[in-house]
């Protein structure tokens, strides 16, 4: 049973554009969203959370947006750049039920095209 | 800071043959984690732990052993190893409290192929 989905295996997007990728979840108990980008050979890098409690977070090109109601969250990238090509991970948690563990989403290949 | 190291960047093994995974972390932090990635798959949970001595499975523990003698080193163990096993490894580590969420810190990774 998958808690966290990324339906789109792929993105591709103009250089310049915004990249919107998005995330659902299933488990009402989670309460912190994270998303990490990965590129070929290395491992995952945190990129950006949002808490349950908030609705939007905002760091320079990058925004999460979270609906609780929905249970789905969404990642803005404005503008999209080359160096932004790589696969990106939605990770979610739920302190009281798993400590600090993460459960993820399968991942989203984003290709920049300059 | 060199963060989260982990040894070997490569390995083929044979079926049936043993090998430890090594991960170290020079952040001093509480927590660690072994994943597994497998190919259109994010990662699962194979063993963390919470402390030096404290161990715990994950989601898909079976078939490996950890072990955490102390703060920085968290080795992988896999004793007989298996065509499933094939997969990319990564370490992570993070600080954790009650009170806020802390990002975990991933490691390059090892690339294992089982023939």
């Known amino acids: 049973d998958q808690q966290v989905k990324q339906n789109s295996p792929s993105l591709s997007v103009q250089e310049g554009r915004i990249s919107i990728l998005n995330c659902d979840y299933t488990n009402s108990m989670f309460d912190y969203f994270l998303w990490y980008k990965k590129y070929p050979a290395e491992g995952p890098t945190f990129l950006i959370s949002?808490?349950?409690?908030?609705d939007k977070n905002e760091d320079g090109r990058f925004t999460v947006f979270l609906n609780k109601s929905a249970k789905h969250l969404s990642l803005h990238i404005v503008p999209s750049q080359p160096g932004d090509s790589a696969v990106y991970f939605c990770a979610a948690s739920a302190i009281a039920e798993y400590g600090n563990k993460l459960v993820f989403g399968a991942g989203t290949i984003l290709r920049v095209k300059s | 800071n060199a963060g989260v190291t982990q040894t070997p960047k490569f390995r083929i093994l044979k079926i049936g043959q043993s090998m430890t995974l090594q991960c170290t972390q020079d952040?001093?932090?509480?927590?660690m984690y072994w994943y597994r990635q497998d190919p259109g798959m994010g990662l699962k949970l194979i063993y963390y732990?919470?402390?030096?001595?404290?161990?715990d499975k994950g989601e898909v523990p079976n078939g490996y052993n950890v072990s955490r003698s102390t703060t920085e080193d968290f080795p992988l163990r896999l004793e007989l190893a298996a065509p499933s096993q094939t997969s990319v490894y990564f370490c992570a580590s993070s600080y954790f409290s009650k009170s806020s969420y802390n990002e975990q810190f991933f490691g390059p990774g090892t690339r294992l192929t089982v023939l």
């Open positions: 952040m001093n932090h509480n927590y």
């Open positions: 949002i808490s349950s409690i908030k």
């Open positions: 732990s919470v402390g030096a001595g404290i161990t």
